[in-house]
């Protein structure tokens, strides 16, 4: 091991995200804060990772070490060094590059040739008996789709029956957007350096990280007096916007909701969005949808106050509600867009989901008092742009989106993106893959739309709303597995998260 008697890397994540291209840019002068030089926070990388690299895998013997021809390489061979001079044998394999190394590469790859090692080219034949694997080939610089040799070798990296440890990034993985333009290392453990990026956490970031670490290389006092660009939230949050109750306070503080929707044949969608509105503590929830759906939701949950959508309701309902949800199951036929024309007049804090969004596709408009829930198809045609363009950079879509629509934009996947017209953003590192399924939006919508009731502002109520979805939906898959996890599921969870001195 590396002799130090603190551990140089973490596996409790920060919660602050930054650009990489502004971490790039800032790690000179950060260093020299500290009177560090760049070949030092090199240094402490490597050593990072090869402590990293121990902990995990204490019986590996023989280590396939790749490196690029920039500084993550530099990264792979302090790593390389560290684990040959531990008496473990090490392979390494490394591209040439049109250009020098630079300088604090140049220097790691002296270090290790002058301790015996060799460099082997990128066309070298890999051993058999390699149980280990340290990826430093590209990192955080990377803009587009990885070329030869670099591209072959990832992809037999992912071939190969050993795992693999990521230094900085996945090589692949877009940094800035957590797209895959081309391969991408399938990592099993990932360490970044100085500070999380966004990449590592949305996009198709789940599908290559594996298990995320972070090592700040000393700079955390440094980082602490800087401010973040976007904010990673989890359910240790949840306290910050969800107070406990005033003993004696009464159903008409916690806010009267309308929802509308559940047009004929849909009504699944809006039964779900109301219950997960009262489960997440609204005070009243009125829904107004289609006459065959009145008796099947009152029948299964008659805590809600139901009545058929038709021009004069929804007008009293519109001034009778404090807050309202459009959407869950309201088609794009005559009756829904009569009822998003009639909501567009009034002035009352709203958010739209599903039909509602591919209306307002169709009619564009910006306003300040709407949250918008779009899943990628939703954002595509919002955008008018294909799907792939979206997933592309979903950072940058949701700011278009925010542009165009004004608000608050709720941007779903797989790290969920919220972000505001003040520049706020924030990544919701929670949820799994059984979210993959139908139903799961329209609770999202009722939780969010509960919680707007309950007078939070819009962005605390989407932050808080993305959460709270994302642990329900993680704590049910603890315990019985992602594949058959229903959306109705998260109904009896939720209480336990929109009432967080619960888990104290």
């Not at 503080?253 to 047009?263: A, I, N």
């Not at 829930?373 to 997933?391: M, V, Y």
């Not at 996947?413 to 799994?432: C, F, K, R, S």
Request: glycine share 12%; net charge negative.
């Amino acid at each position: 091991m590396t002799g130090h008697s603190e551990k140089q890397y973490c596996s409790s994540l920060p919660h602050s995200v930054w650009s990489a291209d502004w971490i790039r840019q800032a790690e000179p002068a950060a260093a020299a804060t500290l009177g560090l030089s760049l070949y030092s926070l090199m240094e402490r990388a490597g050593a990072a990772a090869y402590e990293l690299a121990c902990d995990r895998y204490p019986a590996s013997r023989h280590w396939l070490v790749l490196c690029g021809h920039g500084n993550n390489g530099g990264d792979g061979y302090v790593v390389a060094c560290l684990a040959r001079a531990a008496g473990i044998k090490v392979t390494l394999i490394a591209c040439e590059g049109v250009r020098p190394l630079p300088p604090e590469a140049a220097t790691a790859q002296q270090v290790w040739l002058e301790s015996g090692g060799e460099v082997l080219p990128a066309t070298s034949r890999w051993p058999e008996d390699v149980d280990l694997i340290i990826d430093g080939l590209l990192g955080t610089g990377l803009g587009a789709a990885p070329r030869a040799p670099y591209d072959a070798l990832i992809e037999a990296a992912n071939r190969a029956d050993a795992p693999v440890v990521a230094l900085d990034i996945p090589s692949g993985l877009l940094a800035e957007s957590g797209s895959v333009p081309g391969v991408s290392i399938r990592a099993a453990h990932t360490l970044t350096f100085i500070a999380l990026k966004p990449g590592l956490l949305t996009g198709q970031a789940r599908d290559w990280v594996g298990q995320l670490h972070y090592s700040t290389l000393g700079l955390v006092d440094w980082l602490a007096i800087q401010s973040p660009q976007i904010e990673r939230i989890t359910a240790g949050d949840l306290g910050r916007w969800l107070k406990p109750r005033r003993p004696c306070s009464h159903k008409g503080e916690h806010g009267r909701l309308l929802l509308v929707g559940g047009d004929h044949g849909f009504g699944g969608a809006i039964r779900m969005a109301a219950e997960a509105a009262l489960r997440s503590g609204a005070g009243l929830v009125r829904v107004l949808t289609h006459s065959e759906n009145i008796g099947p939701l009152l029948t299964a949950r008659p805590e809600l106050m139901v009545q058929r959508l038709s021009d004069d309701i929804l007008q009293q309902a519109l001034d009778w509600a404090d807050v309202v949800v459009i959407g869950p199951g309201l088609g794009q036929g005559d009756w829904g867009r009569n009822a998003l024309q009639q909501l567009q007049a009034s002035d009352k804090p709203t958010l739209w989901d599903a039909d509602a969004l591919n209306l307002l596709a169709l009619h564009p408009e910006k306003r300040q008092n709407r949250i918008i829930t779009p899943h990628p198809g939703e954002a595509a045609r919002l955008l008018s742009c294909r799907t792939a363009d979206i997933e592309s950079d979903r950072l940058l879509a949701t700011r278009r989106l925010v542009a165009q629509f004004g608000g608050v934009v709720v941007l779903k996947g797989a790290g969920t993106l919220i972000a505001d017209e003040h520049g706020q953003m924030a990544i919701a590192d929670v949820g799994n893959a059984g979210m993959a399924s139908g139903g799961m939006g329209d609770v999202l919508s009722g939780i969010i739309g509960g919680l707007l009731a309950q007078k939070l502002p819009l962005y605390d109520a989407a932050c808080a709303g993305c959460v709270v979805h994302g642990a329900a939906a993680d704590h049910i898959a603890a315990k019985q597995g992602t594949r058959g996890l229903l959306a109705t599921d998260l109904l009896a969870v939720i209480p336990h998260y929109v009432n967080p001195e619960l888990a104290k």
